[in-house]
Every structure is written in C-alpha cells, then in structure tokens.
Nanobody, 120 residues
Framework: VQLQASGGGLVQPGGSLRLSCAAS????????MGWYRQAPGKQRDLVAT???????NYADSVKGRFTISRDNAKNTAYLQMNSLKPEDTAVYYC???????????????WGQGTQVTVSS
C-alpha cells in the first residue's frame, strides 16, 4: 500500500491550498484517513481525520479554516486549507488505516509528506 500526498507549496498568509492523498495497492477497505503535520523541532500532531462514513474530527487550531473530505471510490482524501497562517507551516503527512483483505487486521500507513509554507 502506498499513500501519495501532493498539493503543498508556498502561500501567503490568508491564502489557500488543497492537499490530496491517494492510496494505492492491494486494499480491501480503508477506515479513517487523516492529515497530520510536523513543524521543525516539534512532534507530529493531528490536523484532521475522516471516517469512511464521512465523520470528521479537527484540531482546535484549524477548525473553521480547514476542511477534510474523501472520495471512497478513489481511495483519496483531501484537505482544503483556507485562511492560512504562518503557524500552519509544517510538513503535512497523510495517514490511512487499511485492511488488506477480508478478515485481516487493520494496518496504519503514512504518506511521504508534503511541505506547506505560509509566508509573505
């Protein structure tokens, strides 16, 4: 299973970016998908998660500014980031909890990370 994250870049404060995370490989089912971020010298923190049924959870710092969504048919999750702030600068990682076949256990996979820099 591979997670391919894309969409990061440099944006000015107040701007927007949309991240995508596509899961590929031998996948039977995907449970939660999520985005996490890690700033230099800090731990990796949760940004947002979404269940296969569309239930969402957000870090308090991004509520009202970020929106997570997913396309189950494409095994892809998205993170729409609006009103970006310099403190949103970090490497953003996508995560998916995957079942490889019916009756198997669930396994957690991580994407390679995509840099988001918010600066004027």
């Amino acid at each position: 299973v591979q997670l391919q994250a894309s969409g990061g870049g440099l944006v000015q404060p107040g701007g927007s970016l949309r991240l995508s995370c596509a899961a590929s490989g031998s996948i039977f089912s995907i449970s939660p998908m999520g985005w996490y971020r890690q700033a230099p010298g800090k731990q990796r923190d949760l940004v947002a998660t979404i269940t296969s049924g569309g239930g969402t959870n957000y870090a308090d710092s991004v509520k009202g500014r970020f929106t997570i969504s997913r396309d189950n048919a494409k095994n892809t999750a998205y993170l729409q980031m609006n009103s970006l702030k310099p403190e949103d600068t970090a490497v953003y990682y996508c995560n998916a909890v995957v079942k490889l076949r019916s009756g198997s256990s669930w396994y957690s996979y991580w994407g390679q990370g995509t840099q988001v820099t918010v600066s004027s």
